[in-house]
């Protein structure tokens, strides 16, 4: 009902659908009215974090956590990365019961409300600020398609996105705390130009008399591809298995190590990524760290 009551100059047709109707731009005369009813009810926030303590250095902390609130797509963000956080709660725990024991422990949180001010995360980390500025060795952060990574752990190396530019370094400073440097490449640069200027035409097509059009090195997205795998430590981070390598007993387990990427939500193949690593270390705990 609401296609057909729109006016205006008929759409091209790349831009028509398939329903049996005249696909229009707008401009009139259709007047919607809309009711919203927002449920602004005070909830309480919860943030779940488990341990596994260190064997010899129980006081220093390496933690690793996710969101779990989504504000559109839970597949995307961020349950798949909430899946690699649960996936490698579960690795290491089997390898706990199992005998083995991290020289530093680990903490694994879940964090709630970050769609609305990060909330929980900030909370909790002004909560034991006192703490983390003295015992805190690093942080892991994994989200729908990235991770950010911090801390004394990681070694200095190459970042490359799909175009096979260079986009980024992790670089550590004087306090050794790393830190992850994006640039987009040439490539990225063009293809986000070519979709802002499609964007514009669609609108002017449409009536708008005040386009507005920027792009920025701090725009917000999901980038791919920032630890690819690779076999060749000098253009790429992590091996077949997800792990690092210069770091032998760091993996990384989520859209970070993909070498390439579609347009579609890459949600399942961080799953599959997430399970495939989380076997290869539980079948393999033996041998492979050091």
């Known amino acids: 009902m609401l296609l057909e009551s729109i006016g205006g100059p008929e759409a091209p047709p790349e831009w028509r659908g398939a329903l049996p109707l005249t696909y229009r731009l707008g401009g009139g005369p259709l007047v919607v009215h809309m009711r919203v009813r927002a449920d602004d009810r005070v909830r309480p926030i919860w943030t779940v974090t488990g341990m596994i303590r260190g064997s010899e250095q129980p006081d220093q902390l390496v933690i690793v956590g996710n969101h779990r609130d989504a504000w559109t797509f839970g597949g995307v963000d ?22 083995w024991r991290p020289k530093r422990s680990i903490l694994f949180a879940s964090w709630d409300a970050e769609e609305f001010t990060l909330t929980s995360s900030t909370e909790w980390g002004e909560e034991h600020a006192g703490s983390l500025q003295q015992n805190g060795t690093g942080i892991t952060v994994l989200t729908g398609n990235n991770t950010y990574t911090g801390g004394t752990t990681i070694s200095a190396g190459t970042l490359q996105d799909g175009s ?3 986009t980024g370094a992790i670089a550590g400073n004087i306090n050794n705390n790393a830190a992850l440097v994006f640039h987009r490449s040439e490539n990225t640069k063009q293809a986000l130009a070519f979709g802002m200027k499609r964007m514009t035409e669609l609108l002017q097509a449409a009536g708008a008399s005040d386009i507005s059009a920027e792009m920025t090195e701090a725009a917000v997205g999901h980038y791919l591809g920032t630890a690819r795998m690779g076999t060749d ?6 091996d077949k298995w997800g792990r ?7 993996f990384i387990i989520d859209g970070s190590v993909f070498t390439t990427a579609g347009a579609q939500v890459p949600t399942a193949s961080i799953h599959a990524i997430a399970l495939r690593t989380a076997d290869y270390v539980t079948g393999n705990s033996r041998t492979i760290f050091t």
């Open 244 to 250: 690092a390598h210069d770091v032998k007993n760091l």
């Open 78 to 99: 961020p349950s798949s990365g909430t899946a690699a956080l649960m996936e490698l709660a579960h690795t290491l725990s089997a390898l706990t019961r199992a005998g």
């Open 164 to 166: 096979g530019g260079t």
């Open 233 to 238: 430590p000098r253009r790429s981070v992590v």
